[in-house]
């Protein structure tokens, strides 16, 4: 940065950098307070905190797995439910539908974007947890229930509800991260396949080649925000500590798990034992979406894509 | 000399604009014939019109006849897939596919399925790179990336890519135009070379190499064929004041 201009010109600069500095200081504070807080659990169980499976506050008993598993497997569903849609919608966008359409679709999308997270838990209590206890958990049993997935007794509330519920919070930021990586790889790629006999799918396919990572990118973002997600998936999820390879088991994420014991949480090693859990969460979502950023920049730079010499 | 491509009345529309104005024209078998004329004048535009990759403009519309060995490109159920294996192009900026060397040119071969196996692939690769010139400086990098060539490695490879799938014609819009005098020589030595096997179409503003490497020369202005006529006579004894004008400098 250079140093001349007026004093006016340096006191902005200040600003500036005082604001841009303060974010640091913000993070590192969060996490430093967070540490500090949870010491007393980290350095009663160590390691055996984050692969103990019993978690009994009143017998100051913390195992954290039930909860990283829970965590992990519903956003793992949000996914798989989350990216056939995602990409076939962006794909639709940007390379089949006339300006009249994708206009409106994008707009919708941002709009379910928007919704907030406790309309999309209402939504999954009252219509779709019956839904999948009277038709779709049903279906699943009748044709699939030879599968571990799909036993055990029919609720509606559980860990597949909540899944499904994830998927349709991640699908708007896949879809319009996916449609702006698409829409960022140059019409000559396009032009050259087409010019030498490719057909509509094999030219979607080498734009999809060229935005590979940010593909990556946008999918490890909906990852990171289906970890994140608190509200929604508390209300449907059954809120319960167990590992369970049912789907229609309830389960529980360390996101609902602090947003629902937080209150209780009045001795000291119970706080620090959700200050722990907690930090766990900090750091995977800060590496998720560090690494989602990271995948996406690679496109917008074009270091993987086609770029002229 | 037969006509590979024949042009009747061709009226050309962006929307409601009008770009190309009643256009006629023969072109000849393995020949070259370069498209000149001021920026905006509609080479390119008619140039895609011979592969229809205007088609993929939404709102571009073309009237008129073109007959590729007799059959109109633009007739109802024309295979467009087809039509643009057998109508190769080569674009202004080079663009080559984020894959190796090999996988570039393989790309075509691949989709069109032309090899019987994978020697027979191999094969053909190397015999598209040697056709256009860059075998020898990357027969030991054929697995690594495209983007670490050169860019007139890079117009080259997509020349190769090009011809990987056996065309008849090649459309060339401006291959020359982002590179040195050096890699420029070399693609025009090399449309020399392929004349002999394919039919050439060259966009090019630059009037030395129209006249050294075509045979015949098409002049454009705002949307209009103004004249077409041997390269030779062209450059020399031109028909019309408006080529002349132009050829020499005098506007434009
Ligand atoms: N996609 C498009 N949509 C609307 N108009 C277009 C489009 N492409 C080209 N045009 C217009 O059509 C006319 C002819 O353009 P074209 O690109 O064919 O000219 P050109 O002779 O190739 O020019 P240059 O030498 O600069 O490449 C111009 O007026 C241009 O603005
Ligand atoms: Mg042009």
Redesign the interface.
Known sequence: MSQTGTIGDKLFRSVLLIAAASILVIVAAILYMMVQNSLPTIERFGVGFLTGREWKPAQEEFGALPFIYGTLASSIIALVLSIPISLGVAIYMVEQA??KLARPIAFLIELLAAIPSVVYGLWGIFVLAPFIRDYLGVFLQDYFGWLPFFQGRLTGIGMLTGGIILALMITPIITSVVRDVLEAV??????????????EW?TTR?VL??AASGIAGAVVLGLGRAIGETMAITMVIGNSAQISISLFEPANTIASLLASNFAEATDKIYMSALIEIGLVLFLVTFVVNALAKLLILKVASGT?????? | MQSKISISNLDFYYGKTQALFDISMEIPERQVVAFIGPSGCGKSTFLRTLNRMNDTIPIARAEGVVKIDGENIYAPGTDVVALRRKVGMVFQKSNPFPKSIFENVAYGIRINGLHKNKADLQERVEKALRDAALLNEVKDRLNSSAFGLSGGQQQRLCIARALAVQPEVILMDEPASALDPIATQKIEELVVELKKQYSIVIVTHNMQQASRVSDKTAFFMLGKLIEFNPTQKMFTNPDERLTEDYITGRFG
């Open positions: 006339p300006k140059p019409t000559t790629q396009r032009e050259a396949a087409l010019a030498l006999g490719a057909t094999e080498i080649g060229n993987n894509s086609a770029k002229h010499a």
